[in-house]
Each structure stands twice: as C-alpha cells, then as structure tokens.
C-alpha cells in the first residue's frame, strides 16, 4: 500500500483516464467521493480529451429485418483496432422500428437522432442516457392558410462561445397545390443545452436544404447541408452554431452542376470539407474526391482523386484512420477501402441496403442534460479526491483482473476504514 501510495498522482490520474465509460459509470455507485470523482466536471473533460486523441471510433447506423420482417435500428461502434465492431445496447424504443431515423451529428459523446417528423433526441450511447428535446417554439400551424409547414433541416453541433451544443431547426412553408420545389419561406429556432429551451432567430436562410445521401456533416463550428439557392444553383449551406447565421459555400466549379444523375457526399478529411462525387445508379462506380483547403473559398477545391472503378460498391459512409473510407456495398455489406493500397476488404456488418449512416465518434461521461457538478463535502473535497485518485489504482487493478463482488467490497471496506469512502449511495 505505501508503495503504490508514493507514485506520482499523475500517474493514477492517466490510469484512471485510460478506463472505459462502462467501468467508470459502475464506479459510481461505490460510494459518494467515486460519485464525485466520475461527475467532475474536469475529470469527464480529462476524459474526453484523452477519448479524442486516442480512441476514436465510427459510429454506424443500420436497418436489420426481424423474424417476422420488419425493420429495426441498431447501433454499432466501428473500432480502430482491426476494424472490429461493437453492438450497443441503447434503449430507444421510441426509434427502434423507425425506418426513417436519421443520425444528425455528434458533439462531445452525445449524438443527436430524429425522424423528421415528431421528437427530437439526445443520446449519449455510452452511458445510455437520453433525453427527448421539448415541443418546438414555432406554432404548428402556417401564418397562411394556404401554406404548408415542414421540417425541411436539422442540425447538432457545439457553440465554441457558450461551450454547448446546439440544435438547429429549418422550418419551410410550402404553397399548396402549387407545384413548386422551392418554399414561399422558412424560418429558424435554436435549442441550446446551455437553456435547455427553444428560441426563434430572425436570420434568413439564403439557400433551400435538399437531401444527399451522407452528407449532412459539422465541421469547423458550423453544420452543413447540401442545399439549392434561388438562382438554383447546387450549393452547401452552413450554420454556424456560435454566431448563429447562415453562410453559402459554392460547390467546386469543376463540377457539372444539376447532374442529377450524380450524388454529393460531405465528410472531414485531414482537418478539411472532402466532396465525394459518385453515380446515384451502376453497378460499376468511380468516386471523386474534392478536398477544399482553404474553408470557405470556392477556389480552393482540389481534386485530389477518383477511386475506382469499384464494383458493388453503393455509396460512401466516413473517411476513416486517414488513409482508409468505409463504404456500403450494394447487398448491404460494409466494406473498407484503403486509399495507399487500393484494398477494398469486406467486414463483418449486414444491414437492409441504403439504411446505413455514420458518424465519426467518441465515448464519454457527458450528461445530456448537463449538471456533472462536483459533490460538495466541505473544505476538504479536493483533498479528499486527490486521496481517492490515488486510492483508485488499487481497486481498479484487482477490479480489472477480477469482477468478484466480495474482492470490491474487501477494498470498499478497506477504503473505509482509511476514511476515504463511506457506502452511503449517492444520487
């Protein structure tokens, strides 16, 4: 014990950030001082900080039939090591069999999951914490009679100046009956986890939001969207989550515009905005890959490569360990390409074809609803935590090697006694 005792503190504290969500969120239940460990807020910032530069995963969505043929979300974790694959037990009954649910991005560990049509949810698949977004602060109803509202965008992301993150909501208000496909207009709210309420911005939005398959994505402080101007040009239409307005980004000029025979996919790809351009139908494709380098200007999109011809192969889904994209085959296989070799390898993910979506991602202990405040025991706290970082290697070594219940509380018992914990549940 005096040995382990007199490492240096930042070595338990790297131990500790080293630990998995899983194992940390049991840790909590231990007494109030592991509670106040795990809630602190700057241990879950260590601790994310340490997930980003380490263990950054893909998370994928994907459609499997049932016995009785029906279709059922599942969520799973693509991991850097081997390119295994994790399924995730989150309990979201409320989309399990919602064909239309759609992945809207991710922000700190916590994604944000929709169908377009009703709620709106944050989820942290990590701890399985979620939490439905309330009602819209926009009426239901149309200022006009004769005008139709729909949901036409939606958008996660975090605001660098409130340290949230944001959701974003486009509503448009289409003329009935008149056969356009551009709106009359639309307007905007904001949700901020910072309030935890909706409000409505007067900000114009200078472009209309289209759907492309794999390309709604948050880069550099802003989401984007593949989008039509009212000169009906193919634009991307960004949101920065920080200043709240919109801004209109051209596509590269090379680029056949109004080919709608051509798909447009968005990702990030060594820190820059990456366009894929594809066939929408073949079973033979090549894939352009435009990278624009300086954010923003139209001309600095380079074309860096074509990928292919490549058969079966359907669409895109994320760049992945910089030399590497995943991409859906046409039977509903996940396969990965890499960009050096020019391998193309098949892994072991099935799901329904075009049901697929992903998102670059990392685990971590952010709450949905925020609130991870340090519990408060008078002026000794922090003593008292830094003694149970210090504390914490022993327990989480024997814990680690073996899950037996009596070794846990052999050393609750002997932490107690020291003074360190009591058993007394917390929350």
């Known amino acids: 014990m005096e040995v382990i005792g007199d490492l240096p503190r930042e070595l338990f504290l790297e131990i500790l950030l080293r630990l998995s969500v899983e194992s940390l969120m049991r840790c909590k239940c231990v007494c109030k001082y592991w509670y106040a460990l795990v809630s602190n807020p700057k241990f879950i910032e260590l601790h994310l900080q340490y997930n980003c530069n380490n263990n950054v995963c893909v998370l994928l969505k994907r459609c499997l039939l049932t016995c009785l043929g029906e279709r059922e979300n599942m969520l799973s974790l693509v991991c850097s090591n081997g390119l295994s694959f994790i399924n995730l037990d989150v309990d979201l009954s409320l989309y399990k069999k919602e064909p239309c649910l759609q992945l809207l991005g991710h922000c700190d560990g916590i994604i944000c999951l929709s169908n377009y049509r009703d709620d709106i949810v944050l989820c942290n698949p990590a701890t399985r914490e979620s939490m439905v977004l309330p009602e819209s602060s926009l009426p239901c109803y149309s200022p006009s009679s004769n005008l139709i509202p729909q949901t036409s965008a939606l958008g996660f992301g975090y605001d660098a100046k409130t340290h949230h993150c944001k959701v974003v909501r486009i509503v448009s208000y289409w003329e009935e009956r008149s056969g356009s496909d551009l709106p009359q207009h639309s307007r905007v709210e904001v949700y901020s986890l910072a309030t935890g309420s909706w409000k409505e911005i007067d900000v114009k939005v200078p472009a209309h939001v289209w759907y492309s398959p794999c390309f709604e994505t948050y880069f550099n402080g802003a989401f984007h969207w593949y989008a039509i101007d009212n000169n009906r040009n193919e634009v991307i239409l960004s949101f920065h989550m920080g200043n709240e307005t919109f801004q209109v980004i051209p596509m590269p000029s090379a680029l056949s515009l109004s080919d709608y025979s051509m798909c447009r996919s968005l990702f990030v790809w060594n820190g820059c905005i990456a366009l894929v351009v594809y066939p929408r139908k073949g079973t033979k494709k090549s894939f352009e890959i435009y990278v624009m380098k300086k954010y923003g200007v139209r001309g600095s999109w380079t074309k860096i490569m074509t990928i292919g011809p490549l058969m079966k192969v359907e669409m895109p889904l994320a760049f992945w360990r910089n030399d590497e994209i995943l991409m859906e085959g046409s039977d509903g296989l996940v396969v990965s390409y890499n960009l050096k070799t020019q391998e193309l390898k098949d892994l072991p993910i099935y799901g329904v074809p075009k049901s697929f979506a992903t998102l670059v991602y990392v685990n971590s202990l952010v ?23 210090t504390f914490s290697f022993v327990l989480f070594c024997f814990c680690r090697i073996r899950t037996d219940c009596f070794l846990l509380l052999h050393f609750c018992c002997l932490f107690r006694g020291m003074g360190i914990c009591s058993f007394r549940r917390h929350g």
């Open 367 to 389: 709450s949905v609803k925020g609130g991870n405040q340090m519990v408060d025991e008078g002026n000794n706290t922090g003593e008292n935590v830094s003694t149970l970082i």
